[in-house]
Nanobody, 119 residues
């Protein structure tokens, strides 16, 4: 099993920054976590969930075109934690952001964090 605990969401003005964190735990992650892919998805009101950024076990990253150059994903394997640093936030970044871990072909999800970008 894998449990994910997210933190860091909230309200920020346009142009501001936030950092989201997601820490994984559980028996499966303890054994296989180093081989997992981790990432962040978001879902805005009335829209489908979309990938924001992902990072593989080898540290290879990928980003959606909408956030490329503004967001940076990273992971700290010693802390079982994945981060996304979000800079130059725009109102269209407003969404519920969810952490994802893919482990042995199974997707695990966090509960989600609301990020609101508004003046």
């Amino acid at each position: 099993q894998v449990q994910l605990v997210e933190s860091g969401g909230g309200l920020v003005q346009p142009g501001g920054s936030l950092r989201l964190s997601c820490t994984a735990s559980g028996s499966s992650f303890s054994i296989y976590g180093m081989s997992s892919s981790m990432g962040w998805y978001r879902q805005a009101p009335g829209k489908q969930r979309e990938l924001v950024a992902g990072i593989t076990s080898a540290g290879i990253t990928n980003y959606s075109d909408a956030v490329k150059g503004r967001f940076t994903i990273s992971r700290d394997n010693a802390k079982n934690t994945v981060y996304v640093q979000m800079n130059s936030l725009k109102p269209e970044d407003t969404a519920v952001y969810s952490c994802n871990v893919r482990l042995l072909g199974i997707d695990y999800w966090g509960k989600g964090l609301l990020v609101t970008v508004s003046s």
